[in-house]
């Protein structure tokens, strides 16, 4: 199965500290998209990345959160000093070229205490 | 202007029946209009997606109606199965540059017995 991966799948964290989420596209795509999705509600964007370069990181709060993809290895998403407000189920998405068709990994929760 | 609306929030339909989802957006600049489909605690799958230059889409028992100058677009679901009960969420996008997603609410279906 060469579906997009996450993990870990649950992640849970103590106020203050850092949140790593990883994210291994579907083989062949070199574009990543990460949503957050709070409960009962609609994915927001967060940030689109390519192989070494963010395209478009209109959706990432401006303090704490930071992503990347390098030339190797998974996109990381990366929360610093977590807050409570910061439980979401994050999801990755990928796609094969400067397209829409986006295909969904199963997510992250992150669950703050 | 970024906003898609969707509606309704919940829907309880009688198995056999055809629950009809809507969706409204105002960027003129959105020209791809996929719907998803995710079930508790998985990530949102791709079920069928439309641009402007067709009315209607097909695929077995999705069909998405379009209507451009109404700028809304509707996900129907034909003899829906107690399966079919699960959160559907449509969005829109730019087929250009950026590529990011932009979602509706939600709608959670319920397909009885």
């Known amino acids: 199965n060469a579906g997009v991966m996450q993990n870990p799948r649950h992640l849970v964290r103590r106020r203050g500290q850092e949140a790593r989420l990883r994210c291994s596209p579907m083989?062949?795509?070199?574009?990543v998209y990460w949503y957050r999705q709070l409960p009962e509600e609609g994915l927001k964007f967060m940030v689109y990345?390519?192989?070494?370069?963010?395209?478009?990181e209109s959706g990432m709060p401006k303090e704490r959160f930071s992503a990347e993809f390098p030339k190797e290895g998974p996109s990381i998403l990366r929360i610093q000093q977590v807050v409570r407000g910061d439980s979401a189920a994050y999801f990755c998405a990928s796609s094969a070229r400067v397209t829409n068709e986006q295909f969904f990994g199963p997510g992250t929760r992150l669950t703050v205490l | 202007q970024q906003q898609v609306k969707q509606s309704p929030q919940s829907l309880i339909v009688q198995k056999g029946g055809i629950p009809i989802i809507n969706c409204a957006y105002e960027n003129t600049a959105f020209d791809y209009f996929p719907w998803y489909q995710q079930f508790p605690g998985k990530g949102p799958a791709l079920l069928i997606a439309i641009r402007p230059d067709v009315s209607e889409k097909k695929e077995g028992r999705f069909t998405i109606s379009f209507n451009k100058s109404a700028k809304q677009f509707s996900l129907h679901i034909m003899d829906s199965q107690p399966g079919d009960s699960a959160t559907y969420f449509c969005a829109a996008g730019p087929t250009g540059g950026g590529n990011k997603l932009t979602f509706g609410t939600g709608t959670q279906l319920k397909v009885e017995l």
């Open positions: 990345l390519q192989k070494e370069n963010i395209i478009d």
């Open positions: 083989k062949g795509h070199s574009h």
